[in-house]
């Protein structure tokens, strides 16, 4: 084992006895300053608040109230620094694909998208000639517009003038289907020979 393991394993040992003598100590004071208050019998919830803000305030008991204080305070800043090193320790590694799979062609198109929070976002399609940023175009079909009409879109290049064929539906629809190709290809592990042929 290296020391670097053996010095968390440590680390996590000492807070865990830390942690649990604040604890006692916290359980032994509530019960030597809370037990006069309740006398077996039910007590309103007011009466326990008033007596115990005076204990507070102008009381003493078998401790002085500064140390119940300050025992408080600390037993708050060690959780909240306990929980923020558990926290940056779980880190959960990112599958090898959010780094590496960002990029790839489908339907003759060159496709780049980012991904949120592990989440496949914005894929957007460029031109495989220059490499711009493909515009979406709208076409409708006349003929049977009055009947429902279909819709199609078709992607223009500004910078060559390149036209890619008409696809059903409007642009969403395309950039759905698109990502069911992505996902797809995670599933069955093609996105490593897409990253390996770029």
């Known amino acids: 084992m290296s020391e670097s393991a053996k010095s968390q394993i440590s680390e996590k040992v000492m807070v865990g006895v830390v942690s649990t003598v604040i604890i006692a100590g916290l359980a032994y004071l509530g019960r030597s300053f ?24 102008w009381g003493t008991v078998e401790s002085p109230a500064w140390l119940f204080c300050i025992l408080i305070s600390a037993s708050v800043v060690l959780l ?45 399609a460029y031109c495989p000639t220059d490499d711009t940023i493909l515009v979406y ?10 009947i429902g009409g279909s819709h199609a879109i078709t992607l223009h290049c500004d910078t060559c003038g390149r036209q890619f064929c008409p696809f059903d539906g409007n642009d969403t629809h ?5 990502m069911r190709q992505i996902d797809r290809k995670i599933r069955t592990n093609e996105w490593k020979q897409a990253v390996a042929a770029a």
Not at 34 to 48: E, G
Not at 84 to 97: A, C, F, G, T
Not at 108 to 115: L, P, Q, S, T
Not at 137 to 146: C, I, L, T, V
């Open 174 to 178: 395309l950039i759905e289907k698109v």
């Open 137 to 146: 175009r709208r076409e409708f079909d006349r003929a049977s517009m009055f």
């Open 34 to 57: 809370l037990l006069p208050f309740l006398d077996k019998t039910w007590v309103s919830v007011w009466t326990v608040a008033k007596k115990s803000s005076a204990w507070f305030f």
């Open 80 to 124: 909240i620094v306990v929980a923020s090193k558990i926290r940056r320790e779980v880190k959960i590694d990112e599958p090898s694909w959010i780094n590496n799979y960002t990029a790839d062609n489908f339907f003759g198109i060159k496709w780049r998208w980012r991904y949120t929070s592990g989440r496949l976002n914005d894929p957007c």
